[in-house]
């Protein structure tokens, strides 16, 4: 039997869909569903799954290795390099032909590489969906796999189990949901049966809804299902993901097109050169060669191994750093961000409740060490944080509410130990928490025989139950509603979760084990203020963004008070007009939240479809995006975002398999190194493409410039193919391993779309290649006239040493944009001296060793004539030395002019 396909969510049935089920009573919602609390029957289950289809989410067409294989040699330059390697082996050139043909395959599979674990990101969605659920049919509960399960279908929930579709909750006994992939909120939600005003409602305040893929951690609950596969919030994520498309990183739009245009340029050259030489009277076959060897010159093959090279380095040196990369070209990409755009939870934060504040119960706010102190009240607060939950495991590995973790662990490292406590002061009885009181009790047993009940739960509600309050020596006092009042709304107005603890001494335990009398006339001692506390290292990282000219951006599901506390405590936003939430953002245009997007800092209550909207604003108002986040929610966003960068921790499979890289260590600092490395690796690819274009550059001006002058071509095509191959090969993959520019971190990022000539590189591949032209070609204009007769190898010897060693002394001169090579040292740089000094040892070779000679067209030097060639070789290198020197001179008044303003 072929396997079962699910069905488009838009051609389902009416009968077996509820729209906005959180807003419908549940009685109502069975009744639309044709369903009872009993469940369906087993012919109604068959007839529905073959209506509607299996729970779960289609894997699409797959894309075949041949294919992606064919995709990788549909980019010019590749295309370029591939006539280069033809060319080269007509001329006999095998190594060239052979070092043109490894990069292109290399390039290939790592290609391929990337796509086929790209392509992992929807299995990883479809793994996460639970395999078994518990479901009631014809009124007997039963085990059976997630995917059997239908609209219409009654599912036992209970604490540990995943949510294995969406479901309208009828019944529901203290049952609370951790929802935080699915929308960043750091707490569990409390689940209730009624129904949610609001159709449009945010994710997270659809109380009477449990959602597929998120797990219960605590209580009991019964709900019928109306949403499987495709038609849950988690299928609608996976649809988003499986649309979002490929983009192209600002390092791979530029060499495309900088490889289009090098390509003409490359034809054109090759057409004037032939033209020319035949115009002067050359042979036509030796014409041809030369012009056909300088155009593939004017190809740098080495660069997709440069940049290949260089975004390896980068993966590696992130590592050390805790930042996987997944997909290359996001290394680099980093370093053009404008924008990042990063999940809260677990990202800034540590996604992990913490006890921040502490109160006795007349009010007065103590600090969290102090709970250690001297005196009754504060011993009493202590008992009550230790005692009051339900928490298990041991400390390195505790299980429950995160809430109630937090109270434990605050009482067990002021010497309060839970587990001590437990023997000490053993559970007699307890009252559950519930959603109507809002309040959880426990009762424990005295060593004289007495009991002693702890309270805990909304501030105002312990309040409204307490009879007085307890100072932190113990001393009973009256209540201050007013101090109380200012106390929770400063809290509450920092992003806090505030809840208070009463108490209450008991002779004998109620008659007839009813507790509920247990919370009234209650000694209020004290209050807690809890949140999921920022990252030590977040400010820091969000304030050297800021100076790099990246502008964060935080995008949450959680509420906006909490959103906007956290994002004022690092820096994010300053005021509250900075942020927007979910409902507001859908009542807003798209012409009219784009024209606010670059305004707002603070996004809260955000559903998938919005972090991806608000992506895309970026996006179109030409900002570069890169998008962090750990959830199943951000995966979309990931995917569309231009780098999307994934927690390793607390990050979902779906959310990795979605991003161009993981953060190992979850922390948001990480991204900082992550956008220095960018900048660094893209910084030495452009290094790569002034030093080998300018060389080129040279190399035409050299040719076509002697004819014009009224002397042949000084260049044989086996010079050419050698400096093509050696001269830029070498040093130029050693720009790879250069460090990183002074005050790389105090510039603004590159504009996504500026060309790749921008900030002086194409005036500078001119100029620099007329005075290598120039060079050579007064060395050949001195040396014609006083090489020995007959020996025109001499004097073309001359010359091409002399282009050749011009090339190394700009490479060691354009190591640093502003700063000379003397002052960042010859040994920064090690891979880059050993090139120059092998090629140097090359070039003298060429020279020298008989064998070679006759290879390479070459007659020895003379000492004087060698050092006459070395001595115009450096023009170039001292050239540039002042270029930096006129530039450093430059941004030192510019500097001076700031100051003064």
């Known amino acids: 039997m072929s396997p079962r396909t699910p069905t488009d969510p838009a051609s389902l049935d009416p009968a077996f869909v509820v729209k906005a089920a959180h807003t419908v009573p549940a009685g109502d919602v069975l009744s639309r569903l044709d369903s009872t609390p009993n469940g369906l029957t087993a012919a109604e289950v068959a007839r529905r799954q073959e209506a509607v289809g299996p729970n779960e989410l289609p894997e699409g067409e797959k894309r075949t290795i041949p294919a992606m294989v064919l995709d990788q040699f549909k980019d010019f330059l590749i295309l370029l390099l591939l006539g280069a390697a033809v060319i080269s082996g007509m001329l006999g050139e095998a190594a060239d032909t052979i070092a043109i043909l490894v990069i292109v395959i290399l390039n290939a599979v790592i290609g391929v590489v990337q796509e086929f674990r790209a392509e992992r990101a929807m299995e990883a969605l479809r793994e996460m969906a639970a395999e078994t659920a518990t479901v009631r049919r014809d009124g007997v509960a039963a085990e059976v796999p997630a995917s059997d399960l239908t609209v219409g279908d009654i599912v036992l929930l209970d604490a540990g189990r995943v949510v294995p579709a969406d479901i309208r909750l009828i019944e529901s006994a203290g049952l609370r949901v951790a929802e935080a992939a699915l929308t960043g909120e750091s707490l569990p939600v409390e689940k209730y049966t009624d129904a949610v005003e609001g159709a449009d409602s945010p994710i997270g305040d659809r109380s009477s809804m449990a959602y597929r893929g998120t797990q219960v951690v605590y209580g009991r609950g019964v709900g019928v299902v109306t949403g499987i596969g495709l038609a849950t919030e988690l299928g609608k994520i996976a649809h988003l993901l499986g649309s979002a498309g490929d983009t192209k990183t600002p390092l791979q739009k530029r060499l495309a097109q900088f490889s289009k245009q090098l390509g003409l340029a490359a034809l054109g050259l090759c057409t004037i050169v032939f033209v020319v030489g035949v115009m002067q009277g050359g042979d036509i076959l030796e014409m041809f060669i ?45 370093g053009s961000v404008t924008y990042i755009c990063t999940d809260k939870t677990g990202t800034l934060t540590l996604n992990k409740m913490t006890v921040e504040h502490l109160a006795t119960g007349d009010a007065r706010a103590i600090g969290p060490a102090a709970l250690s102190g001297d005196g009754d009240g504060l011993g009493w607060l202590g008992r009550a944080l230790a005692l009051s939950n339900d928490v298990t495991g041991n ?184 942020m927007i939430t979910g409902a507001e953002l859908d009542a807003l245009s798209l012409e009219d939240f784009e024209g606010r997007v670059e305004g707002i800092r603070v996004y809260a209550r955000v559903a998938p479809e919005q972090k991806l909207k608000i992506v895309q604003a970026l996006q179109d108002r030409g900002e570069f995006v890169a998008m962090t986040g750990d959830g199943v929610n951000d995966a ?143 060395m050949q204009a001195w040396a014609m006239p006083h090489s020995p007769e007959g020996h025109d190898l001499y004097w073309r010897t001359m010359v091409f040493t002399v282009l050749c060693l011009s090339q190394m002394g700009h490479a060691m001169a354009i190591r640093s944009d502003r700063q000379s090579l003397f002052q960042i040292g010859l040994l920064s740089n090690k891979p880059m001296l050993g090139a120059v000094a092998l090629t140097f040892a090359l070039q003298m070779a060429t020279i020298y060793v008989p064998f070679m000679q006759k290879v390479f067209k070459t007659e020895a030097l003379s000492l004087r004539d060698l050092l006459i060639a070395l001595a115009l070789s450096s023009v170039v290198f001292w050239a540039v030395e002042i270029e930096k020197s006129v530039k450093r001179r430059k941004d030192a008044s510019a500097e001076a002019a700031i100051a003064e303003a």
């Open 636 to 778: 979309p966003a990931l995917a569309t975002a231009d780098i999307g960068v994934a927690m390793g921790i607390t990050g979902t499979d779906v959310a990795k398999e979605a991003a161009s890289m993981v953060l190992l260590d979850d922390n948001f600092s990480s991204i900082v190194s992550s956008v220095r490395e960018g900048r660094r690796i893209f910084d030495n690819i452009r290094k790569f493409i002034k030093y080998t274009m300018t060389s080129n550059s040279g190399e035409i001006w050299t040719i076509l410039l002697a004819p014009l002058l009224g002397m042949p071509i000084p260049l044989l095509p086996i010079h050419i193919l050698w400096i093509n191959l050696v001269t830029d090969g070498l040093p130029g993959l050693a720009f790879a391993s250069e460090p990183h520019e002074r005050a790389i971190m105090e510039r603004p990022p590159r504009a996504p779309k500026e060309s790749i000539f921008a900030d002086g590189l194409g005036t500078h591949l001119v100029w620099v290649g007329l005075l290598m032209g120039g060079a050579s070609l007064f």
């Open 290 to 334: 030369t012009a056909v060897a300088l155009a593939v010159a004017a190809v740098p093959e080495a660069l997709p191994a440069v940049a290949t090279i260089s975004l390896a380095l980068g993966a590696s040196r992130l590592v050390k750093t805790n930042t996987l990369v997944r997909k290359l070209p996001a290394v680099e990409a980093l």
């Open 395 to 578: 400390d390195d590995a505790l299980v429950g509410d995160p809430t109630e973790i937090a109270f434990y662990r605050i009482a067990a490292e002021n010497g309060f130990v839970p587990t001590e406590l437990a023997v000490e002061l053993p559970r007699s009885a307890e009252v559950p928490f519930d959603s109507d009181r809002k309040l959880m009790t426990t009762v424990h047993t005295l060593s004289d025989g007495s009991y002693v009940s702890f309270t805990k739960g909304a501030a105002e509600a312990i309040l409204e139950r307490s009879r007085e309050g307890m100072a932190a020596d113990g001393s009973a006092i009256p209540l201050d509603p007013d101090a109380s009042a200012a106390l929770v709304d400063g809290w509450s107005a920092e992003g806090l979760r505030v809840l208070a603890f009463g108490m209450r001494r008991l002779d004998t335990l109620p008659e007839g084990g009813d507790c509920s009398s247990l919370e009234e006339d209650l000694t209020l001692l004290g209050y807690t203020g809890l949140v999921d506390p920022p990252r030590d290292e977040a400010r820091e990282a969000v304030h050297t963004c800021k100076t790099a000219g990246i502008i964060p951006v935080m995008i949450t599901g959680d509420h906006p008070a909490t959103a906007l506390a956290i994002a004022k405590r690092l820096g994010i936003a300053d005021h509250k007009e900075q």
